[in-house]
């Protein structure tokens, strides 16, 4: 049995994303916003995985780089908002370390 090049595979992370579509509208929009405002600690983290995921679908291209201006500013971005959110996720991570136990 062949197997397909990596390039024809890159086209299953869309239905990745349609899971993820597709659980949110069974879910409802509305109830996750009710269970985010009623948790705000412990939906930090799950903010942070669920950016982070993101990130990861849409910012990572394999082998290819920005090469117009254009690119390079949204990957500039990408930049930016990963570091944004590993540090944040250091800063959730040694807040619950160094939290005193109730």
Known sequence: MASLPFEQLKILRV???VRVFRLLRAYGTKNIARSLIADRAGSVLFTLLLM???LLEFG???DQYP???R???F???VIIIGVGIF???TGYLANFFLAPSK
């Open 15 to 17: 239905f990745r994303l």
């Open 67 to 69: 090469v117009t201006s």
């Open 52 to 54: 982070g995921i993101l």
């Open 60 to 62: 990572s291209y394999g």
């Open 75 to 77: 990957g500039s971005i």
């Open 87 to 89: 540090g944040t996720f």
């Open 71 to 73: 690119g390079r500013w």
